[in-house]
Nanobody, 120 residues
Framework: QVQLVESGGGLVQPGGSLRLSCVVSGSGFSINTMGWYRQGPGNQRDFVAH??????KYDDSVKGRFTISRDNAKNTVYLQMNSLRPEDTAVYYC???????????????WGQGTQVTVSS
């Protein structure tokens, strides 16, 4: 069974930094893309960043502040968040677009989320 588990969330002051991690476990899959999304209270789940074949994309709201990276050997994706603002407060979800190695079909998987709170 494929599982995505996030960690690294917490409470941080404005201007501070956090590093989120997402570990993908299981078997019978290969990673197509990995990404991060976030959802504040009463809001939609919004795109933050994703990485595919070493190429990255970011939402304009986090460009220059957040960095997404991968450690392929560990099946882990990271989100380094710097210069955090109160409006970054949200539950951050790890997303994996994975390919079933037998059927060759793609499917999206989601972690349970990790809370990031930016407050003084």
């Amino acid at each position: 069974q494929v599982q995505l588990v996030e960690s690294g969330g917490g409470l941080v002051q404005p201007g501070g930094s956090l590093r989120l991690s997402c570990v993908v476990s299981g078997s019978g899959f290969s990673i197509n893309t990995m990404g991060w999304y976030r959802q504040g209270p009463g809001n939609q789940r919004d795109f933050v960043a994703h990485i595919r074949d070493g190429s990255t994309k970011y939402d304009d709201s986090v460009k220059g502040r957040f960095t997404i990276s991968r450690d392929n050997a560990k099946n882990t994706v990271y989100l380094q968040m710097n210069s955090l603002r109160p409006e970054d407060t949200a539950v951050y979800y790890c997303q994996g677009r994975l390919r079933n190695v037998l059927t060759l079909t793609l499917a999206d998987y989601w972690g349970q989320g990790t809370q990031v709170t930016v407050s003084s």
